[in-house]
């Protein structure tokens, strides 16, 4: 009986042990997750700074191209 109550003492200390062991692993892909999640999330704040300065080039792009549509238009009509 002491024998038996030995094995069930032994195999209860290996399980908490597994399962110490895997909290330790869950917190650490947790913590490794959330930094990934973070790099993630700059990646993506780069990304739309970047669209948003192309946007701004392609705003002043058409709108100098319009100028100097309109400009040639009112020279064109001035020198006729």
């Known amino acids: 009986f002491h024998a038996f ?4 003492d032994a195999a209860i200390a290996e399980q ?7 909290k330790r692993g869950v917190q650490t ?3 490794e997750w959330q ?12 990304a739309q700074r ?3 300065a192309e946007a701004t080039r392609s705003a ?7 100028d100097e549509h309109t400009t ?3 020279n064109n009509k001035t020198s006729a």
């Not at 002043?60 to 319009?66: A, P």
């Open 72 to 74: 040639n238009a009112f």
């Open 50 to 52: 970047s669209q948003r």
């Open 5 to 8: 109550m030995a094995k069930l």
């Open 29 to 31: 892909g947790q913590r």
């Open 60 to 66: 002043r792009r058409e709108q100098r191209e319009q």
């Open 35 to 46: 930094a990934e999640q973070q790099r993630l999330k700059s990646y993506d704040t780069l």
């Open 16 to 22: 908490r042990g597994a399962v110490t062991d895997s």
